[in-house]
């Protein structure tokens, strides 16, 4: 060991959530020595929130009689992304997916099924592989594996800051668990902090909605940019779409799992803070898209207005659009009746009117307008054709008291866009060259989308994220022996 250093490793990774874990285990296994640092007490960041990840012409695809070329994912990213997705990061990710399965199973994952997120969204691909336990099992399992090769794990120990000499990073320093600095030497670092989705100010930098203090993060609360930020520190350049994020309406105070937060991005009526009428509600089988709408709004809410005949239809048949397999597609809303009546009592975001103007004075909206508005739209619902916003479906009168709005705001289940990375995972330069031993992968590396998230090519983040994780491992691996080597 040098002077400089307190520890040395060949690679450190940096954050232990999916990306960093993929990249710890297959270092593992090429024989390297590893070191993972996560600042919080646990491993998984937002990634043991996901359910399941995107791969292509997979093997668990095929014996299901799923078949998702290659081709028509690669031109997904790219189609999707107005051509703005790095086509050489679309390309090596949509490559090797198909391959992280066979991994994450040989480290014990069993998946249960590939599937969709929203049947009646069109042109969804048939990507999304959910295994056993969801991903936080395979966390649990891609930990094991990483123990019992010698990785070693250390929580909540934060990366601060790169080292860098003669133009090539050499290790970082980070906070340990006594709050003590400590000096870590690398051959090479991999940086996997997961975005800055619970950073406000940079939510507020790298997004156009400018309502970073209002987004309601519901992933992992260390996902604060450190990574990009160190990067950054050290000359990594932007990604053109750094300020790509994963949206969605969510109700304060909720979780993912509520029936009333559920009723609330039904595709029925939705009114913004001047109780007019906003958009096509048909988003909302499309929760991101959904997401930019909320946040894109007036105030960044919008009021879901429902009546007793949808609650007793939620209640009874289901609901259109369901929340991954956190609520099911056409699960029915059981809980809906008395959660909702519980959130109007605790005056949590829901509120309830006998008549439509007892609503708009409850939610602070001119009652004359709400009427006049839902009148408008019954007219439509009614005569079958909505000529205001176009929906094709759902269109459902609001016509029998007692009323209800549920107020939705933006809810963020992660950021992507990050870095320029190359094809290896390496982190681009400003002189458009990779920085030498530094490597960056999941939500903190960009390329993979445009503007917006792709939803319809389900488990993108997560399978990027466990995708990308081993690729930087192999090359690190063969960057590190060369030099070994020479
Ligand atoms: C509710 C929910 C459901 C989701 N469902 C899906 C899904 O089904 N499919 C899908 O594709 N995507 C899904 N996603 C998104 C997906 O989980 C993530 O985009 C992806 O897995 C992120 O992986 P990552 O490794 O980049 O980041 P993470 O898994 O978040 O890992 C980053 C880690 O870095 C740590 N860290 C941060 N700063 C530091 C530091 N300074 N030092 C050390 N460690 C640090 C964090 O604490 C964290 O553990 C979901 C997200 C949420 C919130």
Known sequence: MTEEFDVEYDLVVVGGGGSGMSCAVQAGHNGLTVAVLEKMPTLGGSSSFAEGHAAFESDEQEKRGIHVSKDEAFQGYIDYSHW????????????????????????????????????????ELVTWHIPKGEVAHVIDLLEASARSMGVEIFLQTSAKQMLMKDGKIVGVVAEDADGQPVRIGAKAVVVGTGG?????????????????????????????????????????????????????PLMRGKTVTSHTNTAGFQPYLWVNRDGRR?????????????????????????????????????????????????????????????E?????EAGLSAFKGDTIEDLATAIGVDPAVLAAEIAEYNTLCHAGKDTKFHKAKYLLAVEKGPFYAIKMEPGIMVTMGGIKINDNMQVIGADGKPIEGLYSVGCDAGGLF?????????????????????????????????????
């Open 340 to 344: 909702l009546e519980s959130d109007v």
């Open 84 to 123: 703005r997705a790095d086509a050489s990061v679309v390309s090596r990710f949509v490559e090797n997916a198909n391959k992280t399965i066979v991994k994450m199973r040989n480290e014990g994952a069993v998946y249960e099924e590939v599937i969709t997120t929203a049947p009646d969204q069109p042109d």
């Open 278 to 338: 906003c958009t096509n509600e048909i988003c909302g089988l499309n929760f991101g898209n959904a997401g930019d709408v909320v946040a894109g709004l007036p105030g960044s809410f919008y009021w879901s207005v429902i009546d007793q005949a949808q609650i007793d239809h939620l209640v009874d048949d289901g609901c259109e659009v369901g929340l991954g397999i956190y609520v099911r597609t056409g699960e029915k809303l059981v809980n809906l009746p008395t």
């Open 450 to 486: 445009g503007e917006s998230y792709i939803l319809t090519i389900p488990g993108s983040a997560n399978g990027f994220a466990l995708t990308s994780g081993w690729l930087a491992a192999d090359h690190a691996t063969a960057a590190i022996r060369q030099n070994v080597d020479a």
């Open 196 to 248: 800055y989705a619970s950073n406000p100010e940079m939510l507020n930098k790298f997004t156009k909605f400018g309502c970073g203090d209002q987004i309601i993060n519901i992933g992992n609360p260390g996902n604060t940019g450190d990574g990009l930020n160190m990067m950054f520190d050290v000359g990594a350049q932007p990604f053109e779409s750094i300020g790509t994020t994963l949206l969605m």
